[in-house]
């Protein structure tokens, strides 16, 4: 089954300490997206990656890392979390990078730092 | 700028017909979609229009006018299943291929 995989789906945390939340699809897309969600603010985009090691910032990239070591898989790394970073994130993907608006999401990360 | 506009909320009727606007203001365009997200769930893919005119899928379709930077999103024969958000993206070719999305109709369907 084609799908876009998130983990973990919810996390509490505390402000400073360290976290990953992964993203893997199994469809061979090349670009990869996270975004954040917020009440009243939508879906706001992140980093992406046009392909392995190329990724680019987003809208709202502070407090956020990337990497693109392989095809499947874009972490999203949040060095040192602060409550504002509690939002649901998602990680999405599309086939290729002119076809970006047609996008596979994944399930959700519900984060919640205090 | 880039804006895109939609209705915040919007009320229909189990059975009958919903039809959800979106205006844009971009500096390129290169594709408009709908997406549907459910409450507490991912956004799911429904339509893109890249020239004018409908789009039928289903009990879904899609309109675009480039000229009038509109579209609008027609539902017939609602279901209760189809209460959820619909986002309005457009992917702004001026720059660099970005998607720009609404901030989302929250569609309520009544029995």
């Known amino acids: 089954e084609a799908q876009v995989t998130q983990n973990p789906r919810y996390l509490i945390t505390v402000t400073g300490k360290k976290l990953t939340v992964t993203c893997s699809q199994n469809m061979n897309h090349e670009y990869m997206s996270w975004y954040r969600q917020d009440p009243g603010l939508g879906l706001r985009q992140i980093y992406y990656?046009?392909?392995?090691?190329?990724?680019d910032k987003g809208d709202v990239p502070e407090g956020y890392k990337v990497s693109r070591k392989e095809k499947r898989n874009f972490p999203l790394i949040l060095e040192s979390p602060s409550p504002n970073q509690t939002s649901l994130y998602f990680c999405?993907?599309?086939?290729?990078?002119?076809?970006?608006?047609?996008?596979?999401f994944g399930e959700g990360s519900r984060l919640t730092v205090l | 700028g880039q804006n895109i506009d939609q209705p915040t909320e919007m009320t229909a009727t189990e059975g009958a017909i919903v039809q959800i606007n979106c205006t844009y203001q971009t500096s390129g365009f290169n594709g408009l979609f709908w997406y549907q997200q459910h409450a507490g769930e991912a956004p799911t893919f429904l339509s893109y229009n890249v020239l004018d005119g409908l789009e039928e899928k289903g009990r879904f379709s899609s309109f675009l006018s480039r000229s009038k930077g509109y579209s609008y999103l027609l539902l017939k024969e609602l279901q209760m299943k189809d209460s959820a958000s619909y986002l309005c993206?457009?992917?702004?070719?001026?720059?660099?291929?970005?998607?720009?999305w609404g901030l989302g109709t929250s569609l309520a369907v009544n029995p």
């Open positions: 999405a993907s599309a086939r290729d990078s002119r076809n970006t608006g047609e996008l596979f």
């Open positions: 990656s046009m392909n392995v090691e190329v990724t």
């Open positions: 993206a457009v992917n702004d070719a001026g720059n660099n291929r970005k998607l720009i």
